[in-house]
């Protein structure tokens, strides 16, 4: 579930063995903070066009990748 978190946060898509902490995503249709099973990854979104901004992943509660636009 990580390896798949982790490769599609790479390539700047959004997690999807995970759940929203705090149960809804902001307005932008997927800013949030995602939580796994020992992993957390950060998303920010772009409005216009709207895609992925970037992507932080923490495991055990140490940041082990960030990735840009």
Not at 16 to 37: E, M, N, P
Not at 60 to 67: D, H, L, N, S, V
């Amino acid at each position: 579930m990580f390896s798949t978190d982790y490769i599609r946060g790479s390539i700047l898509k959004p997690p999807v063995f995970t759940y929203i902490i705090g149960g809804a995503t902001a307005d932008d249709g997927g800013s949030g903070t995602y939580q796994g099973l020992g992993y957390k990854i950060d998303v920010k979104m772009k409005l216009e066009p709207r895609r992925v901004a970037y992507v932080k992943i923490y495991m055990f509660g140490k940041e082990i990748a960030t990735f840009y636009e």
